[in-house]
């Protein structure tokens, strides 16, 4: 049997919007027959899709802004680029690839966000207009990063995960549902490292739940590196990255 296509696994989001062009949609049909993660993650979202219909007034905790403007998370990785691949053809895939997937990503990150806000809010009556305030600069915040016309695509060599970076937005989203449990007692954990140092950008916890991790003020950082560390990360890295991406310039 031929493998899925690299990527397909990433088409959850897209297809429950019903933003998959449309000969891709028969391919993910076959590919969701035969994959249970990607089923089960089509219908999480369609729930989330539906309960935003529902919802009326909400309470999230005092602590939502702040979680979505730092850790939203999802998805699953492609192999590097040959080593002898020229700085031409990367610069003409990427163009191309930023071109035919931007309304992918688009629609990936926002149902991403939207579940992860859905899953932390608690039905209430007191400030509702000023909660719905606050989730909507969250999830503007990830609209903004994922439809910049700068937006890159990269996904972290070595793992399952994606990021989506904008120089312009001055942000980065890194998505990891497609990562293997983190072992007991240990979490994934997101950093930025430019020439001078490296800063954490938060966990990253994979899963059919995760929230993408979000960056604000990535500055002078030109890699994006997921390392392993002690339940509750570092202040620091402590160990060789397990996965690495570079950052647009």
């Keep these: 049997m031929r493998p899925p296509a690299p990527g397909i696994h990433t088409l959850a989001a897209p297809y429950v919007l019903h933003a998959l062009p449309p000969d891709e949609i028969p391919s993910f049909e076959t590919h969701l027959r035969a994959c249970a993660a990607c089923r089960d993650e089509v219908a999480d979202l369609r729930e989330a899709v539906a309960r935003l219909g529902s919802t009326v007034a909400v309470t999230p905790p005092p602590d939502l802004k702040a979680r979505v403007l730092r850790e939203i998370t999802e998805v699953r990785p492609l192999p590097p680029p040959p080593a002898d691949e020229t700085a031409t053809s990367r610069r003409s895939r990427r163009s191309r690839s930023r071109r035919s997937r931007r309304a992918g990503w688009a ?3 926002l149902v991403a966000a ?4 859905l899953a932390v809010l ?6 509702a207009q000023d909660d719905l305030d606050r989730e909507q600069a969250g999830l503007a915040l990830v609209e903004r990063i994922v439809t910049s016309a700068d937006a890159e695509r990269s996904t972290l060599a070595g793992g399952d995960a994606v990021v989506i970076a904008s120089r312009t937005a001055d942000a980065v989203v890194v998505l990891g549902s497609g990562l293997p449990p983190a072992p007991e007692g240990r979490d994934y954990q997101v950093w930025l490292s430019g ?41 620091q890295p402590s160990g060789e990255p397990l996965m690495v991406a570079d950052l647009p310039s």
């Design 114 to 117: 939207l579940a992860a806000v």
């Design 122 to 127: 608690t039905v209430g009556v007191s400030d």
């Design 195 to 235: 020439s001078d140092r490296t800063v954490s950008a938060g966990l990253l916890r994979p899963g059919a739940e995760s929230e993408p991790v979000v960056a604000t003020g990535i500055g002078a950082a030109r890699q994006v590196t997921v390392t392993l560390e002690p339940s509750g990360g570092s202040a």
């Design 107 to 109: 629609a990936t990150m």
